[in-house]
């Protein structure tokens, strides 16, 4: 796909970053408790280790991921992609995984309940550098990435078998909604931990676990 409407570049962690990646990939189970679900790859998480939500420290430590990572075929000189070397911590990375290894302790225990996922593998920046989500893109943009993405989502979704999807932040729930139709599991919806979330900076933890008690995952 080639992108107008202000998109300066892409990215695609599942292609430079494959490595990693697949370490990742390796961690799932059959039959999950529950698929969560994000929106696609942020600019110092996913961007820099090809894991979802994957903040550098978090992937090492949590996640025991520590790979070679290489450059974008066309990388945008204001986000440099330095993998693992990457010193710039991604909040929602951080939140995510530190509370799940709070409430884990160890990898193997959550991804004996839990697999993670995001709905759309790129990331875009404008001119500037500044990140720009699947659904600020023009609307014919949307539309092919959505087709993809959704097309992608049920395959895992067959093949992964979760009793459940947790969307993180309400995009991804109604996404989900959307692609998996009739023959969706269960779908919630768990606050999306960005520091541009409001609710989120008040206390990420607390109001996350409320949510995933309530939707019988904890």
Known sequence: MRFGGGVAAVYNPLDYARAPHEAYLALARPAPAA??????PGP???AQTGVPFGEVAAVRSFLKIDAAVHRPRAEHPKRPVEGFACTR???SGRRFWGFMEREFATRDAFFRRAFVWNWCP????TESGANLTPDKLPRADQERVAEACDEALCAVVAALGPA??????AFASERAARALGDTAPPIATVLHPSPASP??????DAAARKQL????FL
Do not use: D, T
Not at 35 to 40: E, I, T
Not at 213 to 216: K, L, P, Q
């Open 44 to 46: 110092f998480g996913m």
């Open 35 to 40: 698929l969560f679900l994000g929106m696609n």
């Open 89 to 91: 911590s991604e909040v």
């Open 164 to 169: 459940m999807v947790i969307g993180v932040g």
């Open 122 to 125: 790129l990331a875009f920046m």
């Open 199 to 204: 609710a989120a900076n008040r206390g990420w």
């Open 213 to 216: 008690v309530a939707c019988g």
